[in-house]
């Protein structure tokens, strides 16, 4: 059974850090484009970082999106050998504040499109305040 599992989210004063951990069960991660997506309380689920993997011809392998939201300040990273995905937040603001899911997808043509993501995680909440 394909599964993923969320972890590291909490509670966090502005500015501060926070890493999440998507890890993958009953498949090898390598082979799959991952994404990160959260959702806001009241709003819509958006895109926030994605991966993509050796499988994907379309782009290059570990070819990374970033929400402009998070630009240079939330990094994605895989460790295959761990077959988990990270998403490093740093100098986090309450608008950062979401349930954040992980996501993958073993062919995308938009990297960081949701519609195109089979398997998702239960999601970890993120509450940025102080």
């Known amino acids: 059974q394909l599964q993923l599992v969320e972890s590291g989210g909490g509670l966090v004063q502005p500015g501060g850090s926070l890493r999440l951990s998507c890890a993958a069960s009953g498949f090898t991660l390598d082979y799959f484009t991952i994404g990160w997506f959260r959702q806001a309380p009241g709003k819509g689920r958006e895109e926030v970082s994605c991966?993509?993997?050796?499988?994907?011809?379309?782009?290059?392998?570990?070819?990374?999106y970033y929400a402009d939201s998070v630009k240079g300040r939330f990094t994605i990273s895989r460790d295959n050998a761990k077959n988990t995905v990270y998403l490093q937040m740093n100098s986090l603001k309450s608008e950062d504040t979401a349930i954040y899911y992980c996501?993958?997808?073993?062919?995308?043509?938009?990297?960081?499109?949701?519609?195109?993501?089979?398997?998702w995680g239960q999601g970890t909440p993120v509450t940025v305040s102080s």
């Open positions: 991966i993509s993997s050796s499988d994907n011809v379309k782009y290059y392998d570990s070819s990374t």
């Open positions: 996501a993958a997808a073993h062919l995308v043509a938009t990297l960081c499109d949701q519609d195109e993501y089979d398997y």
